[in-house]
């Protein structure tokens, strides 16, 4: 075969073979997931490191807590609480930008966040953390995750969709980090966040997952954050209804919950004063309730596992239960950064094992005291985030027991129902905002302005270098005004590949002056008409003057309808 007819064979192949824009988000959503968990990473590391600096261990907070005296214990929370407050401040100094949390750069706005007063959102949440404040670390991780997602859409300049997908795949990577789960990190910004499973964003979602747990056993090695010991629950009507009776616990007492956290946002929240003076106040109420108990320092994740290991009488988990309670009201309320997941997991984990004592004492051996707390994890979590399916998996891949699931996911939807039903929000109904109507959008929200163009009167091999470079469908034409004169699609330009004498321009007929296009303002919905006769993936976007600006996607335009209706 002669050497021009090989090179023309390979320029067919590699455009034949480019990949698509699903292809390319899937690519991305990896190395999001692989940046988001080294970032989570590192703020665990920043975290431990200020523990063993101040207590000469990380060892666990509880621990640390019971080798204070009783002084140390009321002084540290509320230092650390003041140290958080002063960075929380300076926070706010650096400038008011919108969609600082990463739920509101999902659902609003351009899908940015802004890097300094993320980075100090999370020194005053490690300062809080390290010091014994009753708050998840999992909310500043999960914010630094989101925020490589951020600065990842931001040097792609993609369109405003495409950067919100990287925000929530970056989210996803950093829960699928924090608890070991990738399936329900993805389930829980798609649920919760997103407030839709669609492919278009679980795809993704899931990639940036998985990867992001890959990266972390890689890295830190598999450690599950609960050890849950081996159980196996009877297949039994007795033991489901027996769980399913968990449920309707949990579905009662998760608004009572939330209507505590409220209670306490709003004593502070009427308060005027200084953060730093809010901040320290939560922590001193830490402090107090620890000198009762030292088991309300920390997000509770030793005491939790305690839980699990061992028997625990149904007076020190009731005491344990009402005073973490206060603690994290005390926290939460202060306006303390950190999250919330994991403390409604310990209330759910300590109401679990109160509700399997009393089971295992009017009808011994119906239920594994492990099972009941599992589920009670579950049912809780369901019951205040009003995500049944992602506390589910969330539950399932922590204990890696099938044998819980059928009766975890009754109770969960029981939960879940009787919760809503006695109390719209959730927990994080505060971090979404309403979904503004479609009308309202138009082509310029999802405008990509590099495009594959040629110019009037090039010759054919600058067209091929074009295909080859963008390897697109279909490759632009302006004029030398810039405006767009029609295109040229690569199934009618191959012939010339195989015309060795072809060396000059392309022919004029080659042109499709016909070819669709839209202008900036074009509304949306009339977008999505033309796609509906377009079969391409891309459409030009022109000015009023009929000057190319650039192009919208099908994928992208899709991502638009499913964030404008899912509110």
């Known amino acids: 075969m002669p050497m021009r007819s090989l090179r023309d064979v390979a320029v067919l192949a590699l455009l034949r073979l480019r990949p698509t824009e699903w292809q390319k988000t899937l690519a991305f ?164 966040v997103l407030q839709s499973v669609a492919i278009e964003s679980l795809g993704p979602l899931l990639v940036s997952a998985v990867t992001a747990n890959l990266t972390m056993t890689a890295v830190v090695g598999f450690a599950p954050v609960y050890h849950m010991p081996t159980f196996t629950l009877p297949h039994t009507t007795t033991a489901t209804l027996a769980l399913a009776g968990l449920g309707l616990v949990g579905g009662l007492a998760a608004p009572g919950y939330l209507w505590l956290l409220d209670r306490a946002h709003a004593a502070f929240g009427g308060w005027h004063a200084a953060s730093w003076l809010k901040l320290g106040t939560g922590g001193l109420i830490v402090g107090a309730l620890s000198i009762a108990s030292p088991s309300v320092w920390g997000n509770g994740y030793s005491v939790v596992n305690s839980i699990l290991q061992g028997d625990w009488a149904w007076t020190a988990l009731l005491a344990v239960l009402l005073l973490k309670l206060l603690a994290v009201a005390g926290t939460t309320g202060s306006g303390a950064v950190g999250g919330i997941f994991t403390p409604t997991l310990f209330m759910g984990a300590v109401a679990g094992a109160l509700f399997g004592t009393f089971v295992q004492h009017f009808w011994p051996g119906v239920l594994p005291m492990p099972a009941s707390v599992a589920v009670g994890m579950g049912v809780f979590l369901a019951a205040c985030t009003h995500a049944p399916l992602m506390s589910v998996l969330m539950i399932f891949e922590m204990t890696e027991n099938y044998g819980v699931v059928v009766p975890l996911m009754l109770a969960c939807v029981l939960g879940y129902f009787i919760s809503r039903g006695l109390r719209a929000d959730s927990i994080y109904s505060s971090g979404r905002a309403a979904a503004p109507s479609p009308k309202l959008a138009i082509a310029a929200d999802v405008l990509r302005a590099d495009c594959a163009t040629v110019r009037v009167g090039q010759s054919v091999r600058e067209l091929e270098e074009v295909f080859l470079r963008y390897r697109w469908q279909h490759v632009y034409v302006l004029d030398g005004a810039g405006k767009f004169v029609g295109a040229i699609s690569l199934h009618d330009f191959a012939p010339l590949l195989r015309d060795a004498a072809a060396a000059g321009g392309w022919p004029s007929q080659l042109v499709r002056t016909d070819y669709p296009r839209v202008n900036d303002v074009t509304p949306s919905w009339q977008v999505l008409e033309t796609f509906a006769t377009h079969p391409g993936e891309r459409l030009p976007v022109l000015d009023r003057e009929g000057r190319l600006l650039g192009h919208v996607t099908k994928t992208d335009l899709v991502l638009m309808f499913r964030e404008l209706l899912s509110g």
């Open 29 to 192: 959503a990896g190395v999001i997931g692989v940046l988001g968990a080294l970032a989570t990473i590192g703020f665990r590391q920043i975290v431990l490191l200020a523990e063993q600096l101040m207590f000469g261990h990380n060892e666990g907070l509880v621990r640390i807590a019971l080798g204070l005296q009783w002084w140390e214990r009321l002084a540290v929370p509320a230092v650390g609480g003041i140290v958080a407050g002063l960075l929380l401040m300076w926070s706010r100094r650096v400038g008011q930008r919108p969609a600082g949390d990463y739920m509101e750069a999902i659902s609003l706005g351009s899908g940015d966040l802004p890097v300094r007063i993320s980075l100090l959102r999370a020194m005053s949440s490690a300062a809080t953390v390290a010091t014994g404040g009753a708050i998840g670390r999992e909310g500043p991780m999960v914010q630094l995750a989101a925020l490589t997602g951020s600065l990842m859409g931001r040097w792609r300049q993609a369109p405003i969709p495409r950067r919100r997908l990287m925000v929530a795949c970056g989210a996803a990577a950093g829960v699928a980090t924090a608890y070991s789960a990738p399936i329900a990190g993805a389930l829980f910004v798609a649920e919760i």
